[in-house]
């Protein structure tokens, strides 16, 4: 099972990055696949989700309105597409694929927004 992500970067406050999430070694649209994010110095903090079928996505409300997630099952990839990007969304960001019981996480990928 491998989850590698990609795409990270240093963006400007106000622009827009796509990460992406590209899976292998499970049955991915089988799986949610989820993002979630750890600032410096704090916790993990969760931040979107669609499901199994990609009939249904969830944000936090952190980022509702901001950021979009999609899947290509064709390519087992995820996406976070992250718009109007603040630098309170600085963080590593690590994609999570999750049925119970199991749970599969990415290295992650570093995301900063600065100017």
């Known amino acids: 099972v491998q989850l590698v992500e990609s795409g990270g970067g240093l963006v400007q406050p106000g622009g827009s990055l796509r990460v992406s999430c590209a899976a292998s070694?499970?049955?991915?649209?089988?799986?949610?696949m989820n993002w979630v994010r750890q600032a410096p110095g704090k916790g993990l903090e969760w931040v979107s989700c669609?499901?199994?079928?990609?009939?249904?996505?969830y944000n936090a409300d952190s980022v509702k309105d901001r950021f979009t997630t999609s899947t290509d099952n064709a390519k087992n990839t995820v996406y976070l597409q992250m718009n109007s990007l603040k630098p309170e969304d600085t963080a590593v960001y690590y994609c999570i694929a999750i049925t119970t019981p199991n749970d599969y996480w990415g290295q992650g990928t570093q995301v900063t927004v600065s100017s």
């Open positions: 070694g499970f049955t991915f649209s089988s799986y949610y």
């Open positions: 669609i499901s199994s079928n990609a009939d249904s996505t």
